[in-house]
């Protein structure tokens, strides 16, 4: 769950209108240096949206000016874990929104796991890529975006020859990368069943050499320490 630190005196409000407008049933007056947690917010006009645990004052949520107030703990690293293609960088979340830019497979980003919006059949997430300022940020697709704190570290043990990271967990899928033995990678949730593996497939990528960018599925009986 995200923090929100007020950094000056201010008002949260009920909108991002003036506060000298609004009733004061509508205002609430936070001191300086106070910290709530948040369970999602929205950026709206130049005004954090927050919604909170539980309620404040009258309201669970309030619209405070993002100049008086700093996110804390905002964002998660991760990376890009698209197969082959780019991931769209999108103004809001929907399949048909506009894109802003697009994210190769491997590109590190930084996700607000706190604000997760479903659309379209899709959960989408908030983010880009480290350090990126408001305006080059957007949604993406959360299934797309693996975190770098659920990770698990292993490297390829064949008798030698490589491993082929693959598009499908299935040895019959197209190849995307031949990985040489004792590459570490990292991987990603439990094995996936599927033809030419015993033990199953797992997702992943290289984390050193010229494929560490390329994600996909390798076959577990071929890696170590997992």
């Known amino acids: 769950m995200a923090k929100i630190k007020i950094t000056q005196n201010t008002i949260f409000k009920q909108s991002t209108a003036d506060s000298s407008s609004l009733p004061e049933s509508q205002r609430l007056n936070v001191p300086y240096d106070t910290t709530f947690e948040v369970s999602s917010y929205q950026i709206v006009n130049d005004h954090y949206y927050l919604n909170l645990p539980g309620n404040l004052g009258n309201y669970r ?10 996110l804390e703990e905002k964002y998660s690293s991760g990376y890009v874990a698209t197969k082959k293609d780019n991931l769209p960088l999108r103004a809001n979340p929907g399949k048909q929104e506009p894109i802003k830019k697009s994210l ?9 796991e706190s604000g997760i919006v479903t659309a379209d059949g899709v959960d989408w997430c908030y983010g880009g890529e480290p350090g990126a300022k408001e305006e ?12 770098q704190k659920n990770a698990r570290p ?21 190849k995307l990368a031949d990985l040489p033995n004792g590459t ?8 996936i069943a599927g033809p030419g593996s015993s033990k199953g497939w797992l997702f992943g990528h290289a984390t050193q050499g010229s ?6 599925w390798m076959a577990l009986d071929f890696l170590n320490s997992l």
């Open 136 to 147: 080059d940020r957007g949604w993406m697709g959360r299934e797309y975006i693996r975190l």
């Open 61 to 70: 949520s309030w619209y405070v000016y993002e100049g008086h107030a700093q």
């Open 104 to 112: 190769s497979p491997g590109t590190i980003v930084e996700i607000d």
């Open 184 to 191: 570490p990678v990292e991987v990603w949730g439990q094995p």
């Open 154 to 174: 292993g490297s390829v043990a064949t008798n030698g020859s490589p491993l082929a990271v693959r598009f499908e967990p299935s040895n019959l899928s197209e």
């Open 211 to 216: 494929q560490q960018n390329q994600f996909g």
